[in-house]
């Protein structure tokens, strides 16, 4: 990147963010794409919840073009308690939420055994070439890519290995679920049957 950055976001105290260059959406340089609010949201609210607890869903809507400015995250629970509970976040840019979040956290108990045949992941494909279509913007450099099917520049099922390069939130350390949750919303940008200079699509993933 022409401007490398040391995580998605710089803590600022008092619940507050700054946005870096590897938060930069493929559709407007000024706007964040929607991963690494995501995951930014989630963490906070892991904070927040009882020890103990783990997240079981995230349900998220975003409310327009989220800015790439500093942010404000609130949070609020809306049904506490030690075995599970629902909490809300929101993402305040501008004196106005841009995002919000809800999760439902479970507690967690024993490991129960393992059944069944072993499943083997496969092997790590080797780096290739960056796609043009995932350089020159902010998140799309952030983030590792490798294909294991299809190819970047072809329409149709794609597969593809990623992680991000960067922590979330500056001096800490990426989780697998902020991993997660930072490329969760990258399936529809990858894997498209219509051209996407064409056709527009929400993203399920």
Request: net charge neutral; proline share 15%.
């Amino acid at each position: 990147m022409s401007e490398s950055p040391e995580a998605f976001y710089l803590p600022l105290g008092d619940g507050r963010y700054e946005p870096t260059r590897a938060t930069e959406s493929p559709w407007d340089p000024a706007a964040q794409h929607g991963g690494p609010p995501t995951a930014l949201l989630a963490h906070v609210i892991d904070q927040t919840v009882e020890p103990g607890l783990r997240l079981g869903r995230i349900s998220v809507d975003f409310l327009g073009p989220i800015p790439r400015r500093q942010v404000r995250i609130e949070v609020s629970p809306i049904r506490p308690g030690r075995s599970i509970c629902l909490t809300e976040a929101r993402m305040i840019a501008d004196d106005r939420p841009a995002v919000i979040a809800r999760t439902w956290h479970i507690a967690t108990g024993p490991t129960p055994p393992a059944t069944g045949e072993q499943l083997t992941p496969p092997p790590l494909p080797a780096p290739g070439p960056k796609p043009p279509r995932l350089t020159g913007w902010g998140y799309g450099e952030a983030v590792e890519w490798r294909y294991t099917h299809g190819a970047p520049d072809a329409l149709g099922r794609t597969a593809v290995w990623a992680r991000p390069r960067v922590p979330l939130i500056a001096g800490e350390k990426l989780t697998g679920q902020a991993a997660a949750l930072i490329v969760a919303d990258s399936a529809n940008g990858l894997s498209a049957v219509l051209p996407m200079a064409e056709w527009l699509s929400i993203p399920r993933p």
